[in-house]
């Protein structure tokens, strides 16, 4: 494994602040963290305050992530907004979050779709996947992570793959199912399945180059032994990216982590 590229960071807002709160936490997250060449640090607020962050935004500091998009172009989908219109203001977008298939009812499919127009559009999807507690306990966690991360990814191509950011999300350990804390070896066994798989499909060197990070109750107290597990390449907290100062711990974890392998 490369231990020299980039700790990603993405803190995921999801459907929490005003636009004049974002506003606000972002002014906290540029007063609490420096910028470090060997971290990239992403917020996902909501779709709204896209926008208007984008404007105020650090660009040495910080990216920005959609949480979802529509995968048409455009059309008539009431309601809906898509990957086209969010092209030349996000680097990410969020793809199948557990709560968008657990609540929204997003299937492999559609996974598969948005997976798609993302990389159409040129922003890099960060494709979540992971079991839930029944399929764990049933021994059913590597038959899931294989269906879930095949069908996401398989219109793209070895290229594609380089690119993209494969999220490991226990919907166990997600703290809006119940959050209980995964051990570092449980995630280490599912990071090296998901490089295997996709050293199946696309060769070694897309296995090596492909992102991999962690989410699932990621926070200043745990984000360290979190991002020291072999080949996880970052963490996708949600509640903790509410706070300024966790948040800006997991910063400084990552950047400590990349000290010590360095
Ligand atoms: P959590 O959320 O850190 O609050 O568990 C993570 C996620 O849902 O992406």
């Keep these: 494994m490369n231990n020299t590229r980039k700790k990603l960071i993405v803190g995921n807002w999801k459907m929490h ?3 004049h709160e974002a506003s606000t936490l972002l002014h906290r997250l540029h007063e609490h963290i420096s910028a470090h060449r060997d971290v990239e640090v992403v917020l996902a607020p909501s779709l709204l305050c896209l926008q208007p962050l984008s404007v105020e935004l650090d660009r040495h500091k910080f990216r920005l992530a959609a949480q979802d998009a529509y995968y048409k172009d455009e059309g008539a989908f009431t309601g809906e907004v898509s990957f086209s219109m969010l092209r030349d203001l996000v680097h990410y977008a969020i793809v199948g979050h557990s709560e968008r298939r ?3 009812g997003e299937d492999l499919k559609v996974v598969r779709e948005k997976v798609t127009a ?5 922003i890099t ?3 979540c996947i992971g079991e839930n507690s029944e399929e764990r306990k049933a021994g059913e966690t590597k038959q899931v992570i294989h ?7 398989s219109n793209l191509t070895s290229r594609d793959i380089a690119d993209v950011v494969i999220a490991y999300e226990p919907v166990w350990a997600i703290s809006t199912f119940g959050g209980q804390i995964a051990k570092p070896d449980q995630i280490e ?3 090296r399945y998901i490089r295997y798989q996709i050293k199946e499909l696309y060769g070694a060197k897309a296995a090596e180059q492909v992102r991999v990070i962690y989410g699932g109750s990621v926070d200043d107290s745990n984000a360290g ?4 597990i072999p080949g996880c390449d970052g963490a996708l907290p949600g509640s903790a990216s509410l706070s300024y100062h ?3 711990a997991i910063v400084e974890a990552a950047h400590r982590q990349q000290l010590k392998q360095a």
Excluded: C
């Design 17 to 19: 602040l005003n636009v």
């Design 102 to 104: 657990i609540y929204f």
């Design 118 to 122: 993302a990389v159409r559009n040129k």
């Design 125 to 127: 999807p960060i494709i």
């Design 147 to 153: 269906d879930q991360l095949t069908t996401a990814i």
């Design 189 to 191: 066994e599912v990071i």
């Design 225 to 228: 032994s979190y991002l020291e």
């Design 246 to 248: 966790k948040f800006a």
